[in-house]
């Protein structure tokens, strides 16, 4: 525990490390209580109850004095497994179907368990190969991918969160800012108040969030540029007062500004490297891939890949770079 957290506990807020098993996810998930005025519990994110999750998820309830039957409803921040894969233990632990909100983009991850992974892993093996990559290696990659996304069991059903909602409890009112960038249904929490910020994935103070393909509900590539959406919504939160980031993984840190900034300059500088490298030639996002990660694995060639077609695609908002020709695979070459 460090300051941010004791200072926090006196407004009622309670982190909770769950462990997940996933290298790059940064460490722990963490799951906050928020003490309501009923003397319930309002639960944001839950980590993943896998593995050690779940006894961690139960010694942290414990050491914090409280029961699961407390709370009142869980506010999911993003559907990936790692923030919302404990709700079921949450609500069994409870004795009943606790409410479990989340914004209706990213809902249906949590009511397929994720993210129904066997249904749509076709469509992600074509589209990577689409990208440049093998097609021998497909087989492989997806069998290495699924953990990732079945690890998580379903929750019954959700209810939806609005960008703008105030959620209140007993000494601060979250207010519901939608985020998209790590997901498309992202949500932070903000209490203006206090200049809290719940920021989950949205911002982490070590690692930059994972900006990850997403071929939308119809499996068509496209509907959603990650960091064409994250630069948006990231400048959102930057404009915000703050003085305690309470993160997805790792302890709360303040000075929001210097992170973002940090953050940024970062992405400049990468998608500075894959412009140059498209300037000699144009290659396909998996030969930039290859270039930027040489020693991307099997495990993280989804997440590689998926980094390098992000900012690709935002070169291509910015007119720095664009896609050459109409066949497959796609190749990017700079426009000037």
């Known amino acids: 525990m460090n300051d941010v957290d004791r200072a926090v506990a006196k407004l009622g807020i309670h982190r909770i490390p769950v462990p997940v098993p996933f290298l790059h996810a940064g460490g722990p998930a963490n799951a906050y209580l928020v003490e309501e005025e009923d003397g319930g519990l309002l639960m944001v994110d839950t980590g993943l109850s896998a593995g050690e999750g779940a006894a961690a998820l139960d010694a942290g309830f414990q050491r914090l004095g409280f029961a699961y039957e407390q709370v009142n409803r869980i506010v999911v921040t993003h559907g990936h497994v790692d923030h919302f894969g404990g709700a079921r233990h949450v609500q069994e632990r409870a004795g009943r179907d606790v409410p479990v909100l989340a914004h209706p983009t990213d809902a249906p991850r949590l009511t397929a368990g ?3 992974f066997h249904d749509h892993a076709g469509a992600y093996a074509r589209h990577l190969v689409r990208l440049g990559a093998p097609q021998e290696m497909m087989a492989a990659v997806m069998l290495e991918s699924a953990p990732a996304f079945e690890i998580a069991r379903a929750v019954p059903r959700t209810e939806p969160l609005a960008d703008g909602q105030l959620l209140r409890a007993r000494h ?3 207010r519901v ?25 949205h911002l982490l103070e070590r690692i930059s969030p994972n900006p990850l393909i997403d071929l939308g509900p119809d499996d068509q590539p ?3 540029r990650p960091l064409v959406a994250y630069d948006q919504s990231i400048r959102m939160v930057r404009a915000l007062e703050i003085d305690a980031v309470l993160p997805g993984h790792g302890p709360p840190f303040a000075d929001h500004r210097r992170v973002i900034d940090s953050l940024l ?14 300037a000699a030639h144009p290659r396909t996002p998996w030969e930039l ?7 991307t694995g099997l495990t993280e ?36």
């Open 289 to 295: 891939t290859r270039e930027i990660f040489p020693t």
């Open 172 to 174: 601060v009112a979250l």
């Open 177 to 201: 800012l939608r985020a998209p960038g790590h997901t498309p249904g992202l949500v932070v929490l903000h209490d203006e108040a206090h200049r809290i910020l719940f920021s989950n994935d």
């Open 265 to 278: 300059a970062f992405q400049g500088r990468r998608q500075a490297r894959l412009r140059a490298l498209v």
């Open 301 to 336: 060639l989804f997440l590689t890949l998926s980094e390098t077609a992000a900012n690709l695609e935002a070169l291509e908002a910015r007119g720095e770079v664009a896609r050459v020709g109409d066949g497959e695979p796609w190749r990017y070459g700079a426009t000037c």
């Open 114 to 116: 994720g993210w129904a």
């Open 222 to 224: 496209g509907w959603f």
